[in-house]
Every structure is written in C-alpha cells, then in structure tokens.
C-alpha cells in the first residue's frame, strides 16, 4: 500500500480510550436516576453532534430524559479522572503518529468532540504537535455519518480523496467516510462493524500497529 499524503484520525476510541472512559462514568449516572445502562444504547450515539445524541437519547429512554444533565455530570466525573490519572492512549497510535511524522503525511484530527477539548486531550498526552489541523464537531453544521466533517478536514490539504486515508472506530465514522469517498481504516474499539459495513473499509486492524506493516509491505 502506498504511504498516504493525509491522514486523517477520529479522536475518542480511536486515539483515546475515552469512549469506554465515558461509558462507565455515564453508567454510574444514569444508576442514580434509574435509568439502565446498555453498551447496544451507546454504541448508537458514537461520532454523532449532541442534538443527534439527544434525539437517540429521546427514542431509547423518552422524553423526560435530560441529556444535558447525564452529560454534564458524566464529563465532571471524566474530567476529575483524567486530572488524575491522565488519557490512555490506544495501542500503537504513538507509533504510527511517529511513523507518518517520518513520511512526511499531513494529520489532522476530525472529531466530534468541541476543538477545545481535542486541543486539551491532544496537549495532555503530549501529542499536539503531530497533527497539523484540527477540526472539532463545533466548526461543521452535521455531525457524522454526514461527510461534512471530513471534506473540511481534508480541504485544508492540497491533496485529493484518493490521496487520503480516514482511521476509524465507530459505524457512524464508517459512514461518513464512505459518504466523504475517502477511503477509511476501521480500528474497533467497542463495536466491531455490523455486516452492512464490514465491507466498506478497506482493511479493519487490531490496531494502530498493523496500520504500520500494512504501509511497510
């Protein structure tokens, strides 16, 4: 496989294990105010704006659920543990950040985490540096399977489609990358892809450190 001139990463669950980081403190949460807590419900919600999550939200437990106060104590609760004991970074993703630094590939961060919170997480682990844009889910009007995210992400590149990979771990980041006509890497982190979409990416890893031999052949 030839070395890609940009490369573009989802952040949560894919350079981060902050997606299963959310899921135990958001678990913890809705206990106290009786609701249940489903890895199925999650996964639903994974790369999606929070008035898509709200609307999921909505569906699954009614309308009286209060999204903004689940998540308002979920990311207190994930703020304090990350103060305390830092972000987890996923396997290999050093070394592949480090292997594409060494091929001269452009990274960028697409997420739909707000930009300040990419820049912090990006900061905390020591890992800014690598990654020459960023773009937040706050700078895109559709949250992915929408393909706005990543057009604008690889619009700050001279390159074209084909001159780009997309690393993802979620369904919803699947889709999008399809619908983007980039092609996409699927590195699973809580749900592998369902048989509707296993086919869509052009190889699906354990990890970041199989990306590395797949572009060493």
């Known amino acids: 496989m030839n ?23 958001e678990s ?8 249940p807590s489903r890895i199925e419900d999650f996964t639903q ?50 070394e592949l950040l480090e292997f594409f630094k060494g091929s001269g590939t452009i990274c960028c961060v697409a997420s739909s985490t ?26 895109v009007k559709n949250s992915k399977p929408n ?5 604008k992400a690889l619009g700050k590149t001279p390159f074209n489609k084909d001159e780009a990979v997309i690393f993802e771990d979620s369904e919803n980041g699947i889709r999008a990358a399809h619908a983007a006509g980039i092609p996409v890497i699927c590195i699973p982190d809580l749900k592998y892809p369902n ?4 086919d869509i990416p052009i190889h699906i890893v354990d990890s970041a450190l199989d990306v590395i031999d797949l572009y060493s052949e």
């Open 3 to 25: 070395i890609p001139k940009v490369a573009i990463f989802d952040m949560d669950g894919l350079i981060f294990n902050t997606e299963r980081q959310f899921f135990k403190f």
């Open 28 to 35: 913890m949460v809705h206990k106290k105010y009786g609701y």
């Open 45 to 94: 919600t994974l790369g999606l704006s929070f008035a898509s999550v709200k609307e999921v939200h909505k569906k699954i437990f009614g309308e009286d659920f209060s999204t903004e106060q689940i998540f308002k104590e979920t990311r207190e609760l994930v703020a304090k543990d990350v103060e305390e004991n830092g972000l987890e970074i996923m396997k290999g993703i050093p």
């Open 114 to 139: 707000v930009t300040p919170m990419v820049e912090k997480y990006l900061n905390i682990a020591g890992i800014r540096d690598y990654f020459k844009h960023i773009i937040g889910g706050d700078q």
């Open 147 to 151: 393909p706005e995210i990543f057009l």
């Open 195 to 198: 048989d509707s979409l296993k």
